[in-house]
């Protein structure tokens, strides 16, 4: 597991949170179930283009993490993704835990830290103050967390996130660039198509 | 491991509700402790037709829930009466907008001879808040009510494509054996 690295969140580079969306959204198989947290990360991973095996939650904050555990349980031949901010990770640390001690093979954890709560105005989230979120996912058992170091590596690590054994926990460091778009909201839409997709393969 | 039907009369409500789940398909199971469950958490820990997570809160387990029902599996979350009172904001934000049929199981403390005065406030407010979120619920008092009342709420959550909760009340759990 060459893609996991020991850097620290100084290390690694600061990048555009809609560009890496793309990159992530890019590399992904229609058969793999991603769930966006709330706020810009999910905005950015509708804006990056519509499947129909993502699921969008619309408050719950912090819950990104354990709906995909829930995913990843009841199909552990699917891979799953997490996709969550700083803040709401912050907000619900234990499912860290959770997660270790449940050892889903098929779970990936990405989690954009921009060290702030971007869009209720951009007050600072404890990362700013030194937290390192991948430090901590170490720390709560997920041996393979790391920080994306830069594009490059980030590539590398979706793909590790496709092929690996989970749980994988990569951490970005991002900017605080606006997202670029909004998500439509319509959540017995939202429940209904990512249901459908997920009895099919 | 289903009970013989002549043994169903000495039957503890624990296991019957894990014969109800089982026969309604309730696979997933997420639960955080709770001294009035620890039995009912025993047996479906030891059983493998469940599979059993332990989160650390009780939104986790609503999420977890959430999750697998999402991807077609049924479960239920476990909690008592002061983990339920976290959940208001994962129930209206994520339970009811999706029409997530959210199962949970609540061990009713703070009354009936609680010796805790913080579990009787927070009981206070567990009737209240479901009725709120307008969320079915129903205190189970009686031995000869589980079956049919856990099974019924259920079907209906199924059904309905809303949340339920079925309250064990100290009647029920606590009656002979002064368990509090």
């Known amino acids: 597991m060459t893609a996991i690295r020991h850097l620290s969140r100084a290390d690694a580079h600061v990048m555009n949170r809609s560009a890496l969306t793309r990159r992530l959204v890019a590399r992904l198989p229609d058969d793999v179930a991603v769930v966006g947290g709330i706020g810009h990360t999910h905005f950015d991973l509708w804006a990056a283009g519509q499947r129909a095996r993502n699921f969008y939650m619309l408050g719950s904050m912090g819950l990104a993490v354990p709906i995909a555990l829930g995913v990843a349980l009841a199909q552990p031949r699917r891979r799953v993704i997490a996709l969550e901010g700083d803040g709401s990770l912050l907000m619900q640390l234990g499912a860290l835990g959770t997660v270790m001690a449940a050892r889903p093979k098929n779970l990936a954890i990405f989690v954009w830290d921009n060290g702030a709560y971007q869009i209720t105005g951009a007050q600072p989230t404890a990362t700013s103050a030194g937290v390192d979120l991948v430090a901590i996912a170490r720390g709560a058992g997920i041996a393979a967390a790391t920080w994306a170091a830069d594009e490059a590596h980030f590539e590398a690590l979706v793909e590790l996130a496709l092929s690996g054994d989970g749980p994988l926990f990569v951490a970005a460091r991002t900017d605080n660039q606006p997202p670029a778009g909004t998500t439509d909201r319509d959540a017995a839409r939202i429940r209904m198509r990512f249901m459908d997709a997920l009895k099919q393969g | ?180």
């Open chain 2, 1 to 180: 491991m289903v009970e013989p039907t002549a043994a169903r009369d000495v039957e503890t409500w624990d296991a019957t509700v894990v014969r109800v789940l089982k026969s309604h398909d309730v696979r997933l199971v997420a639960h955080v402790p709770d001294k009035v469950l620890a039995p009912l958490i025993r047996r479906l820990v030891d059983d493998d037709f469940f599979t059993v997570v332990s989160p650390a809160r009780e939104e986790e387990a609503v999420g977890i829930v959430a999750g697998a029902y999402l991807a077609g599996m049924r479960g239920i979350a476990l909690m008592q009466t002061s983990g339920f009172a976290t959940l208001p904001n994962v129930l209206a934000s994520l339970a009811l907008p999706f029409q997530l049929p959210i199962l949970m199981l609540v061990s009713e403390r703070g009354t009936l001879g609680d010796f805790q005065l913080a579990q009787a406030m927070v009981c206070s407010t567990l009737r209240p808040i479901l009725q709120a979120l307008k969320i079915e619920h129903f205190a189970i008092q009686r031995m000869d009510e589980v079956e049919f009342v856990v099974g019924q709420m259920i079907r209906q959550a199924y059904a309905t494509q809303a949340p339920a909760a079925m309250i064990l009340s100290p009647l029920l759990t606590a009656r002979r054996g002064g368990i509090q």
